[in-house]
């Protein structure tokens, strides 16, 4: 790859600023000196570039291959996750015996990614898999007697549950007792003995699990559950007459059951995430192809391809329609079929996005009459709001008053609940302690995210609960907490070159955050409100260099009044290639902004 000219970076300190748009103060990550020296001199790689390294604490040692990530020097032994190995006994046992299997995934990306790997590789076996997927108004989360018994029905007394079962020990029991084996593959935080009647429970967050792979989503436990049972059939001689599955056509599938679960992009995970990009490019999935093109997505596939334009359209399908065509585009051979469920799941996801926008505003308008948004963690219930978008709306509002945050639909006295958190505040074992102590009919979760089912009476005793249990966890979470930056540069590093370049040291999410830059005292030339709420910004250094700009749902919070109150800014945000004007032009995603004529 070229090198942007040298003349792109500043190395200079950040803007003295007294207010910006979120509140926080600018800081710059720091970076080790010495090891980024050694890293331009040694790998010659870009000053910038090794900067970006050190300051995610990469040594000049580890630097190339944290540069080229490869599989085969993280991919651990599945075995070390426990029952693992009983689990893939037993199923290859059953591949071996041709007896039926079936699969039961949840709704979301990362559970219907999860059934979906496991279909795509049993498939390559020549095994026929019956997958059940549950309808989330009807059935809700998580599986039960009834959709075990019609798996059953058809012949499969070996059941997978994915992403979900690790609490399921009523349903569990119940068809045990008929006779079926049931494998749970989850990765939800687990407070207590895994189910007794489940014939194995892989599950890297259950309590006498020492793997240490607690950042892999259901995705990633399904994916080593193949490698593992790959690995067992070929010591059976399973495949001396017939070709094995080809496993790393699997990965893209995988990345985005990680990324859309907001996995961590450390360890294991971030090279699941790098090599399943990868994959992704090479276009072998015929669905996930044709739901790219129809989003729109151009250019070299990164995290926000996954997160932001994928991962929303096959949600869309749980959410507001059934998961069935999500895990129907993502298994198909068909073009043509993926065609037409490509343009399904996009028409889906756009009545989601208006249903988002309607609930989104009557949840902010009663926190604001309720004087929710004083609340250390902010509770808010409704009648009638769609249970598909809950979650999204709850993330939408976490951002806008920097404090975990629960969005409950009320139906019929009972409300089903999706709550989003900050990072420091783990929201998921709250909502697991608030059900073992008979404060929710139903909850769980993780770190980040939960869900849950409440008598809508028991709501402000659930507010009550979790104000006192992680209010101080949030002060501390919050407390002079900054807006980090990595560096500040000139108006001409917004180029195409140097997001390529920066993009090396990704794939980036929750653990390896994107890089953000400053530009110090731009002119505001133009403002342009773009959709609903978007602002595209044309900005002007001194010297006459120009840079196009966009900042998201900027219209009507302080980053917007800050963009259009301004004449100059201090500008910090994210480096992005322009596909829509091409060659070498670049973007800035503004991400903060503050006068420059303070």
Not at 88 to 110: C, N, S, T, W
Not at 158 to 172: E, K, N, P, R
Not at 288 to 316: D, M, V
């Amino acid at each position: 790859m070229m090198r942007p000219e040298p003349a792109f970076f500043e190395d200079v300190a950040l803007p003295q600023i007294t207010q910006s748009a979120s509140g926080r103060p600018w800081t710059l990550r720091p970076a080790v000196p010495r090891d980024v020296a050694m890293m331009v001199q040694r790998l010659e790689l870009d000053p910038q570039l090794a900067r970006i390294l050190s300051a995610r604490g990469v040594t000049p040692d580890a630097a190339q291959s944290y540069l080229d990530p490869k599989l085969r020097d993280m991919l651990p032994d599945p075995y070390i996750l426990k029952d693992m190995e009983r689990a893939v006994d037993r199923l290859a046992e059953a591949i071996l015996k041709e007896e039926a299997i079936g699969v039961f995934g949840d709704y979301d990306v990362d559970g219907t990614t999860a059934a979906a790997i496991l279909h795509r590789y049993f498939m390559d076996l020549g095994v026929v898999l019956s997958v059940y997927l549950p309808d989330r108004i009807a059935e809700g989360y998580g599986p039960s007697a009834s959709a075990f018994r019609s798996l059953m029905t058809g012949g499969a007394n070996i059941i997978v549950t994915v992403d979900c079962g690790a609490s399921a020990h009523d349903a569990i029991n119940a068809v045990a007792a008929d006779g079926a084996e049931i494998i749970v593959l989850d990765h939800h935080l687990m407070s207590d003995a895994p189910p007794a009647n489940a014939y194995a429970t892989v599950n890297p967050n259950r309590i006498d699990d020492i793997s240490g792979q607690t950042n892999l989503s259901a995705a990633g436990v399904a994916y080593l559950t193949v490698v593992a049972l790959n690995r067992r059939l070929r010591e059976t001689g399973h495949f001396k007459d017939r070709p094995e599955p080809n496993l790393m056509n699997l990965l893209d599938l995988t990345a985005l059951g990680l990324v859309c679960d907001v996995m961590s992009m450390t360890g294991l995970t971030r090279v699941i995430a790098a090599q399943g990009l990868k994959v992704l490019d090479a276009k072998a999935n015929v669905g996930l192809a044709a739901l790219g093109e129809r989003a729109g997505a151009k250019g070299q596939s990164s995290t926000y391809h996954l997160g932001f334009l994928l991962g929303p359209r096959i949600n869309a399908a749980g959410r507001i329609g059934h998961a069935r065509l999500a895990f129907e585009l993502l298994t198909t051979q068909d073009k043509t079929r993926a065609g037409a469920l490509a343009e399904k799941l996009h028409t889906l996801n756009a009545e989601r996005q208006a249903i988002e926008a309607d609930v989104q505003l009557e949840a902010i308008q009663k926190i604001e009459t309720e004087n929710l948004d004083k609340d250390k963690i902010i509770v808010v219930a409704g009648a009638g709001w769609h249970p598909g978008v809950i979650g999204i709306v709850a993330g939408r509002i976490k951002e806008k008053y920097d404090r975990p945050t629960i969005v409950i639909g009320v139906e019929d006295g009972v409300g089903k609940g999706s709550g989003r958190s900050i990072t420091g505040v783990d929201l998921g074992s709250a909502i697991s302690a608030s059900k073992d102590d008979g404060l929710l009919i139903n909850g769980g979760g993780h770190a980040m995210a939960a869900g849950l089912t409440i008598s809508e009476d028991a709501i402000p005793k659930l507010r009550e609960r979790l104000i006192i249990a992680l209010g101080d966890d949030v002060d501390r979470a919050r407390e002079n907490r900054t807006f980090v930056t990595d560096a500040v540069i000139n108006a001409r590093a917004v180029s195409r070159l140097f997001a390529d370049m920066v993009a090396q040291a990704g794939p980036y999410g929750v653990g390896n955050p994107e890089p953000v830059f400053v530009l110090p005292d731009m002119r505001v030339a133009h403002v342009k409100l773009v959709g609903a709420n978007h602002l595209s910004v044309a900005l002007e250094d001194r010297a006459g260099e120009k840079v196009r700009a966009i900042a998201f749902r900027a219209e009507g919070e302080p980053l917007g009044a800050v963009i259009r109150g301004s004449d100059r800014l201090h500008i910090a945000g994210k480096i992005r290639g322009d596909d829509w004007r091409g060659g070498n032009a670049g973007q800035l995603q503004i991400e903060d902004a503050a006068s420059a004529s303070q």
